[in-house]
């Protein structure tokens, strides 16, 4: 177990998670990106990523941690080497993606997840982290900053035919 209170607890994933990750993921993304990407691009994402997909990240992927909830798991992070190491920032960690079932959201519970997240990366060797989000998911930019992140480096993305911006964040 990488992190844990008395019935949270953060481990890496599993195969048996499969199914719940894709209900997460569908139900996350539903709700944070709505009205931000392009729906018809936004549905076929969430079609792609269903229980036979999470399966194969789960074995294939030893950096897709499970925040559970009473043993219910709950949220997820994906984690590894900085994408953008040496050219943007210092930080040679980086969290992908890290995301709470809806019902879960707005209870503090992030921050186990997040912190388990940046455990692994240190437990890895990799010292700093970065992390990327959409600039109109306000309610992750304001995650962020609260748990000592500060923007370093803005980009556009073409998603959906939408042009989008990101920003980075960064712990050193």
């Known amino acids: 177990m ?28 539903r709700l944070t990106y709505g009205g931000i990407i392009p729906h018809q691009h ?4 969430i079609s792609r990523r269903g229980p036979k997909w999470w399966g194969g990240a789960v074995r294939s992927r ?3 941690l499970v925040l559970c909830v009473s043993r219910e798991v709950v949220g997820y992070a994906t984690l590894g080497l ?28 992030g921050e186990h997840l997040f912190e388990g997240a940046r455990h692994a990366l240190e437990l890895r060797g990799h010292a700093g982290l970065i992390v990327w989000s959409l600039e ?5 930019l304001d995650f962020y900053w609260r748990r000592g992140g500060r923007p370093i480096a803005e980009t556009n993305e073409l998603i ?5 911006k990101k920003v980075a964040y960064e712990w050193v």
């Open 2 to 29: 990488l992190g844990s209170s008395s019935h949270i607890v953060v481990r890496r994933g599993r195969a048996s998670d499969a199914k719940v990750l894709a209900e997460i993921f569908r139900d996350s993304w």
């Open 62 to 64: 030893e950096s897709l």
């Open 82 to 109: 900085s994408r953008t190491r040496g050219r943007i920032g210092k930080a040679e960690g980086e969290i992908y993606e890290i995301y709470l079932a809806p019902l879960h959201q707005g209870q503090g519970l």
């Open 160 to 164: 959906g035919g939408a042009k989008l």
């Open 136 to 140: 109109d998911n306000q309610a992750a």
């Open 42 to 45: 936004l549905e076929s994402m």
